[in-house]
């Protein structure tokens, strides 16, 4: 029996694929964007020395490494949800063409059910019932863990 909690986590990663794509494309962007403003930095020098110090590291050595933690962080979400795409694609693949074509219009395309049953010339509560059986056959391929964590 599948968990309830995994089918309504899975219709939701199905709902948000295109977002979930797009915000891997835009944490692309924005590791690029705080690379090049770090490797920008450099330090600033005055006429005048002051006196010693016992500080160890400077500010633009702490601004560095902090943007360094901020593209690290970045980093590790936009490979999460390439790994979460990747899954879905990988369990998209095992459906048959019917059941894979009533998920791309209903999730990733965000057509009704009466839509996709007139694009695919069938009634669309059969078109729900064919969506669900293939989401029970995809979540225990994407969620891996949760299958051997029990």
């Given at each position: ?51 010693a110090?016992n500080?160890?590291?400077?500010s ?11 593209v ?12 979460l ?9 095992t ?12 999730c ?7 839509k996709?049953?007139m ?9 729900c ?22």
């Amino acid at each position: 029996m599948i968990n309830k909690d995994l089918l309504k986590k899975t219709e939701g990663v199905l709902l948000n694929y295109k977002t979930i794509k797009a915000e891997i494309n835009n944490l692309l962007l924005e590791i690029e964007e705080v690379e090049a403003e770090y490797k920008g930095v450099s330090d600033i020098t005055y006429g005048e020395k002051t006196g010693a110090t016992n500080k160890f590291n400077s500010s633009v050595e702490n601004e560095v490494l902090n943007k360094i933690k901020v593209v690290e962080k970045l980093s590790r979400e936009m490979e999460s949800k390439k790994r979460l795409i990747s899954k879905i694609d990988n369990a998209m693949g095992t459906l048959e063409e019917t059941e894979k074509r009533i998920i791309e219009l209903r999730c990733f395309e965000g057509y009704n059910w009466n839509k996709v049953g007139m694009i695919l010339n069938m009634d669309g509560d059969y078109c729900c019932r064919i969506k669900r059986a293939a989401i029970n056959k995809i979540i225990p391929l994407v969620w891996v863990f949760n299958k051997y964590a029990n």
